[in-house]
């Protein structure tokens, strides 16, 4: 050993302060082998082997001298001390996790109620001028109220109809739920609703939590509670963009707004000691008009009941009359992606689009862009750009700051800390925040520089930053697409799902190639087939390209934080490498086996206990899962065999083959393979010539 250290070891002797260590190792072999310092179990269990100690334990038991002991130190931390694993040479987008990304599952409270908690993020309370901002101003109301109700219930166009009315019951549950979900109290859209009628989420309009004390006015109990329930009512609206509620703890009233960044409250209030501000919010919840309550003014309703947008392409207003949702991403907070089948006003032959609206941070690249440069530049089997803009609301784009918040200053709310603004997920799960104090201003969807990376941002100066600048905004887009289909997962066969499958992996092969993009979000919902299309429309497509980075890209987007769906996540993306193409690649595989696991049959869905809890595992941790799942053949066809509906049990030899081409040896890839995608469309393409299949 150096002089050095032996003199810094001697300068901090360790003394007696191991004492403990070897009186318990005494005791212990009382019981047990004084030699029992092994181990029992020689599996992997982490990555962190006990043996690199088992040299130190012995030397402190037997009490060898400091030198010794630190020498043991250090061989061990040495020893565990793993190689170090691939990482990006930029820091990425950290992912936040989304209760949008939970797939196949009961929703649960054990587990659901954590994804929500985490996805509200930190709700601002005592915000002032809430009330103000959202309620209209009703002087006098006590003598008033009856006249005014009176008044506003006249005429041919009343400001106030017959239609909404408060309704309790809190030992009902409330129609349109996955897991059952009973609203204490609410206001529905229905005259004749009473205790025994049989409401759905659909027709409330503003959402109530009681609780008999004050002391459950807190984010753990009566918050976390009504936010559960505005997930199900914004998820059942399909237009809805934000949810106005209230918590009554007590005696003690608070006002809530639910939006696409989590939620704010306004001071809370004495509704014994404050009769008439009680009346004029109750009253202020019956008369405002659906755009307040927060419904979007942009998808109208015409006199024969079609629902339909306006858009302008081209120079020209072109009418898109909606047919039918597609999907509603069930969350809160988050970009809530909502996607609608239309057709042209006009159009007797009803060609199908697609709408898509979402709430992106305003630094990410518009997806609209990146799907007309992909159209630009011949990419195959991925949705086809009509059109995209950024929703305007009044005189300004739709955002949560200005359009949604009315210009409160969020930053005065009680519990604002100026370092708390919606702390960012690593990959592992635990918070961690963002290390630049930077911000970026957004570009407006005429905007079109397809040369220019979207990372690419000019910052804000200190002097045009707006008050609540320090927390996320998002801001309301909208795109059209020509293509029109279903998740593979509803294929009508089995050689249908894999020819689709193949197509899907072409056009993403294409998109990376020509386009130089990687998708990021590979996933059932994201895969597409249209089975009865007619010509010059594609049979499979990639749709999505919401966090589709460049593949040259040198830094992050800029975004606050971005959110997958981690059941199908590959395992290097879960332990935090660099976004690439291989990763997306060993996507398709998860994408595949979680079918063959949860569909009985052309979209005939099931949950599996032990697999849901791949929504709501730790990163690493569902990283250590798959890697159990892939690590031996004999070991996957067992469990395949196990778990692959009777439906897809003929797919297990064909999906173990795949298995052996995306996880080499039984294990993750180590580097990039440009012929893996051949290889991978050759054993599809031969499996569906398969008799079994």
């Known amino acids: 050993m150096a002089t050095s250290k032996s003199e810094i070891i001697g300068s901090y002797p360790i003394g007696n302060r191991l004492e403990k260590f070897r009186d318990l190792h005494a005791a212990c072999s009382l019981r047990h082998d004084p030699n029992g310092l092994t181990t029992g179990d020689e599996n992997e269990t982490s990555s962190f082997e006990i043996e690199c ?35 990006p040479s930029f820091q990425q987008t950290p992912w936040r996790y989304n209760t949008s990304s939970i797939v196949n599952s009961s929703e649960h409270r054990k587990y659901f109620d954590p994804a929500l908690k985490e996805e509200l993020g930190n709700l601002y309370v005592d915000v002032p001028g809430f009330y103000e901002a959202f309620f209209p101003r009703i002087e006098s109301l006590e003598s008033t109220a009856r006249v005014i109700l009176e008044r506003c219930s006249e005429g041919e166009d009343p400001l106030y109809r017959e239609g909404r009315r408060p309704l309790a019951q809190p030992n009902k549950p409330i129609r349109g739920s996955t897991a059952e979900r009973k609203l204490d109290i609410g206001f529905v859209d229905d005259s004749n609703a009473n205790k ?74 004495n509704i014994n000691n404050q009769g008439l501000h009680f009346a004029s919010v109750i009253l202020g919840y019956l008369l405002m008009t659906e755009e307040q309550l927060g419904f979007d003014p942009t998808i109208i309703t015409g006199d024969d009941g079609l629902r339909y947008i306006k858009i302008n392409r081209n120079g020209e207003e072109e009418r898109l009359v909606i047919d039918e949702v597609i999907t509603r991403r069930a969350c809160v907070a988050g970009r809530a992606t909502t ?104 570009r407006s969807s005429t905007s079109i520089e397809p040369s220019l990376p979207p990372s690419k941002r000019q910052s804000v100066s200190p002097i045009k930053r707006n008050i609540n600048e320090a927390i996320p905004n998002r801001v309301h887009r909208r795109i059209v697409v020509e293509d029109y289909g279903k998740p593979i997962s509803k294929s009508s066969s089995r050689v249908v799902l894999l020819q689709a499958l193949e197509g899907c992996i072409e056009g993403y092969m294409s998109l990376y190639e020509k386009a130089g993009l990687i998708q990021s979000d590979i996933s059932p919902n994201n ?7 007619s010509d010059g429309t594609c049979r499979s497509f990639l749709i999505d390209l919401d966090l589709a980075i460049r593949r040259d890209r040198e ?29 997306d690649l060993e996507s398709f595989f998860w994408v595949l086996f979680w079918i063959c696991v949860h569909y009985e049959g052309p979209d005939k869905a099931k949950v599996d206990e032990d697999f849901e809890k791949w929504n709501f595992l730790d990163m690493e941790e569902l990283a250590k899962l798959k890697k159990g799942e892939i690590g031996d053949e004999q070991d996957f066809n067992s469990s395949a065999k196990k778990r692959f509906t009777s439906y897809y049990q003929p797919l297990v030899p064909w999906v173990n083959r795949l298995r052996k081409e995306v996880f080499p040896d039984g294990k993750r890839w180590k580097k990039e393979d440009r012929e893996l995608p051949e290889r991978m469309k050759e054993i599809l393409r031969e499996a569906c010539a398969d008799p079994k299949v």
């Not at 503003?206 to 753990?220: H, R």
């Not at 990146?370 to 750009?385: Q, S, T």
Request: aromatic share 8%; charged share 30%.
């Open 339 to 442: 996607c609608w089948k239309a057709h042209r006003d006009g159009d007797e032959s009803k060609t199908p689009v697609v709408i898509k609206d979402s709430w992106q941070y305003p630094e990410r690249g518009e997806e609209g862009e990146l799907l007309r440069e992909a159209l630009e530049k011949d990419v195959v089997n991925v949705a086809r750009y009509y059109h995209h803009e950024t929703v305007r609301a009044g005189d300004g784009e739709d955002d949560i700051h200005t359009g949604v918040w009315k210009g409160l200053d969020i930053t005065k709310a009680s519990n604002y800390r100026s370092n708390q603004s919606r702390p960012l997920l690593s990959r592992s799960g635990s918070r961690t925040a963002r290390k630049d104090g930077t911000s970026s201003r957004k």
């Open 53 to 87: 100690l088992l040299p130190l334990l012995k030397a402190i038991r037997d009490g060898e001298p400091d030198e010794i002991i630190w020498d043991k130190v250090y061989d061990a931390v040495t020893e565990s001390t793993p190689p170090p694993r691939p990482v």
């Open 555 to 583: 830094e992050s987007s800029g975004a606050r934080g971005k959110t997958g769906t981690r059941a199908f996540m590959s395992i290097g993306v879960l332990l935090g490498e660099g976004h690439s193409f291989m990763h």
């Open 196 to 269: 025994d009628a049989k409401c759905e989420w659909s027709q409330i309009l503003v959402p109530g939590e009681l609780k008999n004390d004050p002391k459950y006015d807190k984010q753990s109990h009566a918050w976390l509670d009504l936010g559960r329930y505005v997930r199900e009512v914004i998820t059942a609206q399909d237009h809805r963009c934000f949810v106005h509620g209230f918590t009554l703890c007590g005696p003690n009233m608070r006002l809530w707004l639910f939006h696409r960044l989590g939620g704010i409250a306004s001071e809370q209030f």
């Open 527 to 533: 895969l597409m087939i249209n089975e009865g299309g």
